[in-house]
């Protein structure tokens, strides 16, 4: 029987829906430890299992998966998007040079585009997860209490107009870009470094996962402790907004709690990204060795 080939319009499709695909799968997975990511970065005081366990004592364990559908919201767009587009950088470098492996500064490159255009694609989602999550760490008369991120969004615009969508989009994008240069970079360096020390492919996928997910968080979590700042701030009493900008968000923090507050939360935090890239570059290979049978 001849060898189905899938069509054109798949191939070009597939590393944009296999890279949501990856993503959607992790978030779930890894939705509880983004909880209390954020919980801790907003102020929440204690352990992570400790703020995991008063978030359940106060509202219930279902409360760990609050904003979910946001989160699989966000990577059905941001995740298709940074990880299709990362693909198609590479694939055209790659073939530009020669079919050799490219240099770990092209991927650097690589890793920034798509996570730039990546995050612009995905703030929408990104911010109403963030508000989601943070809505009951605040004094009642100060909540939003959404009741679904249909509801969330609409209001958002109601609110805010459609650019209220897009707060806090620049330290989303530089986020991004830090987090991607740091993971696909890393992930396919170390990927081919193992397998040129004779690593078999599984181990050599395996590791180059768990080596992307120290570097991604060690490079983007300043960027994300910034961003989650800027994205659940309130208005004064006076009317006026905490922070003007990024640089201002980033000078007040810098200024008034010191540099070391930029990594509040670094073990949750890695151990919320960690996975999620190990997770995420994981089905990223499985995937497309589960659609071979199928002729996809």
Known sequence: MPEHKPNAAWLAAKPFVNGGLSGMLATT????????????????????????????????????????????????????????????????????????????????????????????????????LIRMQAD???????????????????????????????????????????????????NDQAKETLESFGFGKQASTLGGAFIAGFFASACSLPFDFVKTRMQKMQPNPDGTLPYKSTLDCAGKILANEGPLAFYTGFPTYIARIGPHVVFTLMFVDLLPKLQKPYGL
């Open 29 to 128: 997975i890894i939705q509880p430890i983004d909880m209390i990511k954020v919980r801790i970065q907003i102020g929440d005081k204690g352990g992570p299992f400790a703020v995991g366990a008063n978030i359940i004592k106060k509202d219930g364990f279902l409360a760990l998966y609050k904003g979910l559908d946001a989160g699989l919201l966000r990577q059905a767009t941001y995740t298709t998007a940074r990880l299709g587009i990362f693909n198609n950088i590479s694939v055209a470098l790659k073939e530009y040079n020669g079919g050799k492996n490219i240099p770990l500064w092209q991927k650097a490159v690589a890793g920034l585009a798509a996570g730039g255009l990546g995050a612009l694609v995905g703030n929408p989602a990104d911010l109403t």
């Open 136 to 186: 009951s760490s605040l004094p009642p008369e100060q909540r939003r209490n959404y009741k679904s991120i249909a509801d969330a969004f609409t209001r958002i615009v109601r609110e805010d107009g459609v650019g209220g969508l897009f707060r806090g989009a620049m330290p989303t994008a530089t986020r991004a870009m830090a987090l991607n240069m740091g993971m696909l970079a890393s």
